[in-house]
């Protein structure tokens, strides 16, 4: 079982930008897609962005599109969500996740590991 550890959230300003990082330690899936949820208060868990194993394809959610990019460097372990023009919207607490597949996924039920996830609040 991989373990998975956000870190990098806080607060923000509208329009602002934020940086998002998880450490995987544990067996590493580098070839497997690994995505970013949120979970704002009294609400359901929402995709954000999911790239595959080899970073090669990514899928974002629409209100982040443009605005936001997750990467991965597998030679590190570590995946990584870029939020940049931040509007109040986006205040939720952000879960990294990894899929025991190859295929990327909006669809949480299908991730198989989850970190304990990071805060971001963005003040208007």
């Known amino acids: 079982q991989v373990q998975l550890v956000e870190s990098g959230g806080g607060l923000a300003q509208t329009g602002g930008s934020l940086k998002l990082s998880c450490a995987a330690s544990g067996p590493s899936y580098s070839n497997f897609a690994m995505a970013w949820f949120r979970q704002g208060s009294g609400k359901e868990r929402e995709f954000v962005a999911a790239?595959?194993?080899?970073?090669?394809?990514?899928y974002y959610e629409e209100s982040v599109k443009f605005r936001f990019g997750i990467s991965r460097d597998n030679a590190k372990n570590m995946l990584y969500l870029q939020m940049n023009r931040l509007k109040p919207e986006d205040t939720a607490v952000y879960y990294c996740?990894?899929?025991?597949?190859?295929?990327?996924?909006?669809?949480?039920?299908?991730?198989?590991?989850w970190g304990q996830g990071t805060q971001v609040t963005v003040s208007s």
């Open positions: 790239i595959s194993g080899n970073g090669y394809a990514t």
């Open positions: 996740a990894q899929k025991n597949a190859h295929a990327i996924s909006d669809d949480y039920t299908q991730y198989d590991s």
